[in-house]
């Protein structure tokens, strides 16, 4: 489902034999569960042994919310109770999606002028919310929940709870205290998966359940890759020999530039920037992992990465198999001088565009390009690259000796922030 593509790179075959021993030993971390923060690697069997009743309690849930002709879904959470969702959706729905139901995001900022501009939106709508906190205490999400909250009892009155969904700890925090208090349907993130980790847990499925998004095939996807992805073996395992191209590559680079060609993608960037950046960027170490959607961005980064300062690698993340056709059409009076490439498929033309790109990179420029040739735009390929992620990041982790699955960096400014507003 995911080839590795790494003929547009300087690696040889004895550098990636070079690396062996050290993928050998993570290896071990990850399949012997010995390694640093070895207590949240739940996410590596949950494919094959998750809840199945929650499964369908989500869909009964969805249910019963399309019965009553629910439109809008808030999902309210920040970084891994967010960016998966939110990355699934476009991936399968692309990013215009005309069905009649719409998801928004909010918790993700505290911008008074994003909150009011959703409560004003949302004004006619008939929403509901599913609110997403392992913690239950991050603030952005907090301060947006209290918000949406009083404003959906104000709406529903002691109906309001029916139009909530929680998704949090299983036994513990302040949102499952309230959840329980106010008996809202809750859905557990498992403790032992960390939130980066959890999209394939009710934290995305709820939200990709909403869209229509088949979570059944999602997890299908995403066992054959728990079948596929813990072997040990870089020539038949993608993920790792993925991890350790990256890995030879950052000896020297230390910027990942991850680059794809369709904007459904751009947020599955954002979800894998957010997962490899707090997963490995710690102790004073990791690749930095940054961006581009293409072509837009070749008229903008695109400058600095043929012309600039050598300071990164890419890795493309590219399928030819779009879910639609479309032609170009042929013009009468060919004013545009585009008849060249009337009847061709746009899908064709953006392939020329990323390989003659790939080629300026690498080629002209020395910019090493790691190609990810994904099947095509599947709930099944989504759910094995999700896992194809999580496996490949604990791997490049554990290959500079750094604990995947905290993020001690994040909470400074969180205690920061508090001491600000006196709490
Ligand atoms: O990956 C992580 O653990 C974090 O990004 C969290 O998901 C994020 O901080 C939100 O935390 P919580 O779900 O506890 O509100």
Not at 320 to 323: A, F, N, T, Y
Not at 372 to 378: C, P, V
């Given at each position: 489902m995911i080839k590795v593509n790494l003929?547009?790179?300087?690696?040889s075959n004895d550098d990636l034999k070079d690396v062996k021993k050290l993928i050998t030993k993570s290896h071990e971390y990850i399949?012997?569960?010995?390694?640093?923060?070895?207590?949240?690697?739940?996410?590596?069997d949950w494919p094959t042994n998750f809840n199945k009743d929650e499964i369908k309690s989500i869909k009964n849930k969805i249910n019963d919310w399309d019965s009553k002709g629910?439109?809008?879904?808030?999902v309210i959470g920040i970084g891994g109770s967010y960016l998966g969702a939110k990355a699934a959706i476009d991936f399968i729905?692309?990013?215009?999606?005309?069905?009649?139901k719409e998801v928004i995001f909010v918790g993700t900022n505290l911008s008074a002028d994003y909150i009011n501009s959703v409560i004003k939106k949302i004004e006619n709508k008939n929403w509901a919310i599913n609110i997403i906190s392992?913690?239950?205490?991050?603030?952005e999400p907090a301060v947006s929940f209290r918000i949406f909250r009083q404003l959906l009892e104000e709406k529903h009155?002691?109906?309001?709870?029916?139009y909530i969904a929680a998704v949090t700890?299983?036994?513990?925090?302040t949102l499952y205290n309230i959840a329980k208090k106010e008996e809202y349907d809750t859905y557990v993130i498992p403790d032992n998966i960390g939130g980066r980790y959890?999209?394939?847990?009710?934290?995305?499925l709820f939200a990709m359940q909403f869209m229509g998004i088949n979570i059944d095939n999602v997890m299908k996807g995403s066992a054959k890759a728990q079948k596929e992805l813990l072997v040990n073996d870089i020539d038949k395992n993608p993920a790792y020999k993925y991890a350790a191209a990256k890995h030879i590559l950052s000896n020297g680079k230390n910027i990942e530039l991850y680059v794809n060609y369709?904007?459904?993608m751009t947020y599955l960037s954002e979800w894998i920037k957010q997962l490899h950046g707090e997963s490995q960027g710690k102790d004073g170490k990791g690749i930095f992992p940054a961006s581009v959607t293409n072509s837009a961005d070749l008229h903008s980064l695109g400058q600095f990465i043929q012309d600039?300062?050598?300071v990164l690698f890419e890795t493309v993340i590219w399928s030819?198999?779009?879910?639609t056709k479309l032609k170009l059409p042929k013009s009468k009076s060919n004013d545009d001088n585009l008849n060249f490439l009337a009847g061709k498929d746009l899908s064709w033309i953006n392939e020329q565009a990323f390989k003659g790109v790939v080629k300026a990179h690498?080629?002209?420029?020395g910019v090493d390009n790691i190609i990810?040739?994904?099947?095509?735009?599947?709930e099944e390929t989504l759910g094995y690259l999700i896992y194809f992620f999580f496996v490949s990041v604990a791997m490049s982790c554990y290959m500079i000796d750094v604990?995947?699955?905290?993020?001690?960096?994040?909470?400074i400014y969180k205690s920061y922030m508090k001491d600000l507003l006196n709490k």
């Open positions: 003929n547009n790179t300087k690696i399949t012997k569960e010995n390694g640093k923060g070895s207590e949240w690697l739940g996410w590596k629910v439109d809008t879904l808030l729905k692309g990013t215009h999606d005309n069905s009649d392992k913690s239950g205490t991050t603030l009155g002691s109906k309001a709870n029916r700890s299983g036994s513990t925090g959890s999209v394939t847990t009710p934290v995305g369709d904007p459904r600039g300062s050598k030819s198999k779009e879910r690498y080629k002209d420029a990810l040739d994904i099947k095509d735009f599947s604990n995947p699955f905290d993020q001690p960096g994040v909470e």
